[in-house]
């Protein structure tokens, strides 16, 4: 069967500082992954996809980004935080390419920058 | 552009309640729908989903309807627990989309003894 992990589950991390956020599948291959964002109180911003390995879209500029360097990992980086990147960050994976596929979110990851 | 529109929360009911949240989404291509469910401090998990106009999707004594002509998907059970306390988010995914689920702004849902 197919797991999801997240790391690290919590962090709080001081503005300016950097930020990467690993996310990894097993149990599958070729996944489509994602990065979501819940802010407190609002729902789900997806922040980036990938449908293979250093094929990353962007959905919002910020000051963010991501990478997949292997079929199965995909991290979430930030060279300098900002006090709007506290949030929960949740990882999902997908097989199919056709938009029917259901998602599969991780456990996700409190940010906490202050 | 492709949205989905949730009732706004929250909602709390008494154990046993009838429960609806309503969604409404707008969508370019053939769009399937979802409802996920988010417990405290977890991540998202798949409640159900449909995939077609006319299709029913249950789980947990949850079920929806995709309804094409009003262009919806409300969530309804007939008697809430307080297990079932949690947020509830509605989403779609359109044909060709790479995957990208568009999420509603979830309606959290109280449930007291």
């Known amino acids: 069967s197919q797991t999801i992990h997240q790391w690290p589950a919590t962090l709080v991390q001081p503005v300016g500082s950097p930020l990467s956020l690993e996310c990894t599948v097993e149990?599958?291959?070729?996944?489509?992954l994602y990065w979501y964002r819940q802010a407190a109180g609002r729902g789900l911003q997806l922040l980036f996809y990938s449908v293979g390995i250093g094929q990353i879209s962007s959905e919002v500029p910020q000051n963010l980004s991501a990478s997949r360097p292997q079929d199965r990992q995909f991290i979430l980086s930030s060279k300098k935080l900002l006090l709007s990147d506290s949030g929960f960050y949740l990882c999902?994976?997908?097989?199919?390419?056709?938009?029917?596929?259901?998602?599969?979110f991780g456990p996700g990851t409190r940010l906490l920058v202050l | 552009g492709n949205s989905v529109t949730q009732m706004e929360g929250p909602v709390t009911l008494s154990e046993e309640a009838f429960l609806t949240i309503n969604c409404t989404y707008t969508?370019?291509?053939?769009?399937?729908l979802f409802w996920y469910v988010q417990y405290p401090g977890e991540g998202l998990q798949l409640l159900l989903k449909a995939t077609k106009a006319d299709d029913k999707g249950s789980n947990k004594g949850f079920e929806a309807t995709y309804r094409k002509e009003t262009t919806s998907f409300h969530l309804e059970k007939g008697s809430v627990q307080v297990s079932d306390s949690a947020v509830y988010f509605c989403a779609l995914s359109v044909w060709g989309s790479q995957g990208n689920l568009i999420f509603g702004k979830g309606t959290k849902l109280s449930v007291k003894p």
């Open positions: 999902a994976w997908t097989k199919g390419l056709a938009g029917v596929e259901t998602q599969y």
């Open positions: 149990g599958t291959s070729n996944p489509n």
């Open positions: 969508a370019t291509g053939y769009p399937s």
